[in-house]
């Protein structure tokens, strides 16, 4: 079975500051790992995803992820948050041999103050 | 490229009333459909999978016979609210993966609300 565990619910953090979201996995087969973004009232937006290939993965808006192995973690990463980041965000697992069923993460809701 | 439409983006039904929901890939083959529900300021979560031309897997807990799925065409899949109630009020919202790729897109969701 395959889990994702996103730690804190809510995040706030200041117009220019770091952005760091936890997430860490369970997978008993080599997983696909994904963030997702969620802004209100809309569906999800892909931001990245990790697929066996290089271990730090670069996605949409200046957000960055890194597998880690033996940590089981895929946290993802910004260096100077905006306003517009305000957003939900979910990490999410899934694998070849569960049918890339897609388990999502509690969710990470994301304040960006100013 | 990788769009996947949803509709209606919102309803409005009457107790009792069955509400049917589309999702479409509009520019690529799915042989796979996902469908999720999401509740308010929650996560989503995985209600079954569709595959092209077959049954759909339901996920635990969900009653096949009260949300019907069907994946006619590698481009449309649709979901009814059976005889929808209150408790179906929810945000739905619909993903699509195209063969052999582990992404999956999703569309921008329907919102359901039963009176």
């Known amino acids: 079975a395959q889990s994702v565990t996103q730690l804190g619910s809510h995040v706030s953090v200041s117009e220019g500051a770091l952005v760091l979201l936890r997430c860490n996995y369970s997978s008993s087969v080599p997983p696909y790992l994904f963030w997702y973004v969620q802004y209100p009232n809309q569906g999800l937006q892909l931001l990245l995803k990790?697929?066996?290939?290089?271990?730090l993965v670069k996605g949409i808006n200046g957000f960055e992820a890194e597998f880690k192995k033996s940590e089981t973690s895929f946290h993802l990463t910004k260096p100077s948050a905006h306003m517009s980041d305000a957003a939900e965000y979910f990490c999410a697992v899934s694998s070849e041999t569960g049918g890339f069923k897609t388990i999502f993460g509690a969710g990470t809701r994301l304040f960006v103050k100013a | 490229g990788a769009v996947v439409s949803q509709h209606p983006s919102w309803v409005i039904c009457k107790s009792g009333t069955s509400v049917k929901i589309e999702c479409r890939s509009l520019?690529?083959?799915?042989?796979?459909m996902f469908w999720y529900r999401q509740f308010p300021k929650q996560s989503l979560m995985l209600m079954a999978t569709?595959?092209?031309?077959?049954?759909?897997?339901?996920e635990q807990g969900v009653e096949k016979d009260k949300f019907l799925i069907n994946h006619a065409s590698l481009t449309l899949s649709t979901l009814t609210v059976t005889s929808a109630h209150p408790e179906d009020s929810s945000f739905y919202i619909c993903?699509?993966?195209?063969?052999?790729?582990?992404?999956?897109?999703f569309g921008p969701g329907t919102r359901l609300l039963v009176l």
């Open positions: 569709s595959n092209e031309g077959s049954k759909a897997t339901y």
């Open positions: 990790y697929t066996s290939a290089a271990t």
């Open positions: 993903s699509a993966r195209r063969g052999g790729l582990e992404t999956q897109y």
């Open positions: 520019d690529f083959q799915a042989t796979t």
